[in-house]
T-cell receptor
Framework: GENVEQHPSTLSVQEGDSAVIKCTYS??????FPWYKQELGKRPQLIID?????GEKKDQRIAVTLNKTAKHFSLHITETQPEDSAVYFC??????????FGKGTSLLVTP | DTAVSQTPKYLVTQMGNDKSIKCEQN?????MYWYKQDSKKFLKIMFS???????INETVPNRFSPKSPDKAHLNLHINSLELGDSAVYFC????????????FGQGTRLTVV
């Protein structure tokens, strides 16, 4: 099955700095790569996703890049704010199967 | 309107008991899932149903039995609860296509004492 590795497990940045989270996946059939944000005690919620026919996608302060050859994808958050503090999960999905998640990155943005 | 709702939100029970968690989605999705999130926050797929049929059953003890009466509902029944079953269980749903978002319920925090 699909195996998703995510790094780092914790990340602390100062407000205004950028944060980068990296993931690798194992199944070359995976074609969908979402990123979820989970605040304490809440459900995971999608913040951005990318499909295998695209190399980069941006939505305001958030961007995701995908390198299918190397089987890795990354989340970039610019101009971080304290409300960005949460656990972030990457995931990969081979077509027709469930999302397989990385182990999460706990991001702390300090004022 | 809640898209994916699960009940109860909290469940505290003794070892050996049997309990159920219910999940309903009003998004018209064909595919529903159960995920387990342990104390280290790892989200692990347990089951996946497509149009009431089981399509994924990860390595989960057979004390866990999902039931899908229709494509809008996926319930999880757990027999003979053990301490290690304590976790947050999330229901989710999506369209069957591989390239679409999964929507999560609010989670059920199960504590076995």
């Amino acid at each position: 099955g699909e195996n998703v590795e995510q790094h780092p497990s914790t990340l602390s940045v100062q407000e205004g700095d950028s944060a980068v989270i990296k993931c690798t996946y194992s199944d070359s059939a995976s074609n969908y790569f979402p990123w979820y944000k989970q605040e304490l005690g809440k459900r995971p919620q999608l913040i951005i996703d990318i499909r295998s026919n695209v190399g980069e996608k941006k939505d305001q302060r958030i961007a995701v890049t995908l390198n299918k050859t190397a089987k890795h994808f990354s989340l970039h958050i610019t101009e971080t704010q304290p409300e960005d503090s949460a656990v972030y999960f990457c995931a990969a999905r081979p077509s027709g199967y469930a999302l397989n998640f990385g182990k999460g990155t706990s991001l702390l943005v300090t004022p | 309107d809640t898209a994916v709702s699960q009940t109860p939100k909290y469940l505290v029970t003794q070892m050996g008991n049997d309990k159920s968690i219910k999940c309903e989605q009003n998004l018209g999705h064909d595919t529903m899932y159960w995920y387990k999130q342990d104390s280290k926050k790892f989200l692990k797929i347990m089951f996946s149903y497509n149009n009431k049929e089981l399509i994924i059953n990860e390595t989960v003890p057979n004390r866990f039995s999902p039931k899908s009466p229709d494509k809008a509902h996926l319930n999880l029944h757990i027999n003979s609860l053990e301490l290690g079953d304590s976790a947050v269980y999330f229901c989710a749903s999506s369209l069957p296509s591989g390239s679409t978002e999964a929507f999560f319920g609010q989670g059920t925090r199960l504590t076995v004492v």
